[in-house]
């Protein structure tokens, strides 16, 4: 690995700050900054309080869900997820909340699979991703603007549509491959 003492010749010092869109999810930002070579230059980039997604492991697979993401213009697979309610809160108690509120499932073991920054170039969203186990059905309480299907899928399905490319959605990826690693070292 690099020696991070290397790292301060790469640092950019800010100089301005503005809020340039306030939303329900994100603020977008424009900073003013300085380069290590002494030029200054803009930083857009998107201020987001983080979320939570959560490998939820059934007896017979993997908790999924099919939701239409906007963006995408299209239903995707995804685990469940949810952004965090305000940049303090705790990652899993919000994962606990977003397990409960989407799928209906309460779990007995949770298991950390650390943190993922889907896209450094341009926000400061972190996914805390979690491995569920020991799950206990119950009922959903969805948010009134949300419309999603809950399904189980075997894990070696999961595992192959992830490499077939059938599955493109980062957070699922990555959590999921990681739980399989954990899983699988036990």
Avoid at 115 to 132: G, K, N, Q
């Amino acid at each position: 690995m690099v020696d991070s003492a290397d790292d301060n010749a790469l640092l950019e010092r800010t100089l301005e700050s503005e809020n340039v869109f306030r939303g329900r999810l994100l603020d977008v930002y424009r900073d003013k900054v300085v380069l290590p070579n002494g030029e200054v230059s803009i930083r857009e980039y998107i201020r987001h309080n983080g979320a939570v997604c959560i490998v939820a492991q059934a007896k017979d697979g993997i908790i999924m869900e099919r939701q239409f993401r906007y963006p995408a213009g299209r239903v995707v697979w995804e685990v469940p997820a949810g952004k965090l309610e305000s940049s303090d809160e705790d990652p899993l108690e919000a994962a606990k909340r977003e397990l409960r509120e989407e799928t209906g499932y309460t779990a007995g073991k949770w298991t950390s699979l650390g943190r993922l920054m889907p896209s450094v170039a341009y926000t400061t969203e972190c996914i805390h991703m979690f491995l569920a186990e020991d799950l206990v059905p119950g009922s959903r309480d969805l948010d009134p603007d949300e419309f999603l299907n809950v399904y189980t899928v075997p894990n070696s399905e999961l595992y192959d549509e992830i490499n077939k490319g059938l599955i493109d959605d980062a957070k699922t990826i990555a959590a999921v491959l990681k739980s399989k690693i954990v899983l699988e070292s036990r």
